[in-house]
């Protein structure tokens, strides 16, 4: 009596572990096909659990990468901060100074004369102002030229 209810029970075990393998077909009494169509599922879901494995491991990876190149742009960031306030005082320290360049001075052909020099042509050219480019201290608005073909087209 006591080996027909083990074998009862695990017929039981046997039909339950049939219908949760494929619940959409009627249990199978055959055990050797029931225990080819588990190992077959059991290897399928090892089989999706390392894929699912490489994936994170492939994530974790990518976050880090992330991670290193959110440090570089934002030290970065800071860098190119201090930059501009650099650059914002130096502008200031400029609009500081008073605006306007005295004029140069006048060269008369008498004064070439004095010194030594031939009068006419031939004067050694003289520079009132320093070496600097003058269009920085334009406004802005004069010194654009996206507009220039609307405002004045080319005369032919």
Same mark, same amino acid.
């Given at each position: 009596?006591p080996?027909?209810?083990?074998?009862h029970? !695990?017929?039981?075990?046997?039909? =339950?572990l049939?219908?949760?393998? /494929? %619940? /959409?077909?009627?249990p199978?009494?055959? +055990?050797?096909?029931?225990?080819?169509?588990?190992?077959?599922?059991?290897?399928?879901? &090892?089989? $999706?659990? #390392?894929k699912?494995?490489?994936?994170?491991?492939?994530l974790?990876?990518?976050?880090k /990468?992330? +991670?290193?190149?959110?440090? =570089?742009? &934002?030290? $970065?960031?800071?860098?190119? +901060?201090? /930059?501009? =306030? +650099?650059?914002?005082?130096?502008?200031?320290?400029?609009?500081s100074q @008073?605006? *306007?360049?005295p004029?140069? %001075?006048? *060269?008369?052909?008498?004064f070439?004369?004095?010194?030594?020099q031939?009068?006419?042509?031939?004067?050694?050219?003289?520079f009132?102002?320093?070496? !600097?480019?003058?269009? #920085?201290?334009m406004? @802005?608005?004069?010194?654009?030229?996206?507009?220039?073909?609307?405002? &004045? @087209? @080319?005369?032919a």
């Amino acid at each position: 009596m006591p080996s027909t209810n083990v074998q009862h029970f !695990v017929n039981n075990r046997f039909m =339950e572990l049939s219908s949760i393998l /494929e %619940p /959409e077909r009627p249990p199978k009494t055959d +055990k050797a096909a029931i225990l080819v169509d588990a190992v077959r599922m059991v290897t399928q879901l &090892r089989g $999706e659990a #390392q894929k699912l494995k490489d994936s994170i491991s492939s994530l974790h990876d990518r976050i880090k /990468e992330l +991670k290193a190149e959110k440090n =570089e742009l &934002r030290d $970065e960031k800071q860098r190119l +901060k201090a /930059e501009k =306030e +650099k650059l914002e005082q130096q502008l200031k320290a400029m609009n500081s100074q @008073p605006s *306007f360049m005295p004029p140069a %001075p006048a *060269f008369p052909a008498a004064f070439a004369t004095a010194q030594g020099q031939v009068p006419g042509n031939k004067l050694v050219p003289f520079f009132g102002y320093p070496g !600097v480019a003058m269009w #920085q201290f334009m406004p @802005p608005a004069s010194v654009d030229t996206s507009e220039d073909h609307v405002l &004045r @087209p @080319p005369v032919a």
